[in-house]
T-cell receptor
Framework: SQTIHQWPATLVQPVGSPLSLECTVE??????LYWYRQAAGRGLQLLFY??????ISSEVPQNLSASRPQDRQFILSSKKLLLSDSGFYLC?????????????FGDGTRLSIL | DAKTTQPNSMESNEEEPVHLPCNHS???????IHWYRQLPSQGPEYVIH???SNVNNRMASLAIAEDRKSSTLILHRATLRDAAVYYC?????FGSGTYKYIFGTGTRLKVLA
């Protein structure tokens, strides 16, 4: 069966520090991968998605970046965190391009910027 | 991207059915209707999806209007564990060129004991 792992579960970082969040998927190949951010009490905002190794689509201009160095690995990074980067970060995957494929989410990383 | 509109919140009594509405008047012919729910401090969980016909699974039922401009997620007997934010989203079909799932703010369901 397929599983998605996301870590760390919680993270507290000072303003201006770098960030690296990692997400890996097991049990499937060539998944579509997604990063979302959720501010407190708000809906999910799509940040990046990737349909293959090295292919990244950015949805929202910001100081975050994403990379996909391996088929089932998706990394969210920042060189200098801002206070506004606080939130709940979720990684997700699904298969193929067909619209009937459900999306599967990780447990999320709660990021607090001090 | 086609948008969906949901009520911000709803309440239900435990053991009673719940009908969660969603409007998607700009839906295209190949868009699938997906429903997810999010429990506090967790990632969203897939509930159900459909294209044109009503769908049933172990979690819920999905009723899709004949013109597909609206749909309703039906929880047949609400339990306290069903208290969550429910999201209705549209997903482009194969060949649509889109891989995105656009989440709105969802409906916060409160279940009363």
């Amino acid at each position: 069966s397929q599983t998605i792992h996301q870590w760390p579960a919680t993270l507290v970082q000072p303003v201006g520090s770098p960030l690296s969040l990692e997400c890996t998927v097991e049990g499937t190949s060539n998944p579509n991968l997604y990063w979302y951010r959720q501010a407190a009490g708000r809906g999910l905002q799509l940040l990046f998605y990737s349909v293959g190794i090295g292919q990244i689509s950015s949805e929202v201009p910001q100081n975050l970046s994403a990379s996909r160095p391996q088929d089932r690995q998706f990394i969210l990074s920042s060189k200098k965190l801002l206070l506004s980067d606080s939130g709940f970060y979720l990684c997700a995957w699904n298969s193929g391009q067909a619209g009937n494929q459900p999306q599967h989410f990780g447990d999320g990383t709660r990021l607090s910027i001090l | 991207d086609a948008k969906t509109t949901q009520p911000n919140s709803m309440e239900s009594n435990e053991e009673e059915p719940v009908h969660l509405p969603c409007n998607h008047s700009t839906i295209s012919g190949t868009d699938y209707i997906h429903w997810y729910r999010q429990l506090p401090s967790q990632g969203p969980e897939y509930v159900i999806h459909g294209l044109t016909s009503n769908v049933n699974n172990r979690m819920a039922s999905l009723a899709i209007a004949e013109d597909r401009k609206s749909s309703t997620l039906i929880l047949h007997r609400a339990t306290l564990r069903d208290a969550a934010v429910y999201y209705c989203i549209l997903r482009g079909g194969f060949g649509s060129g889109t891989y995105k799932y656009i989440f709105g703010t969802g409906t916060r369901l409160k279940v009363l004991a």
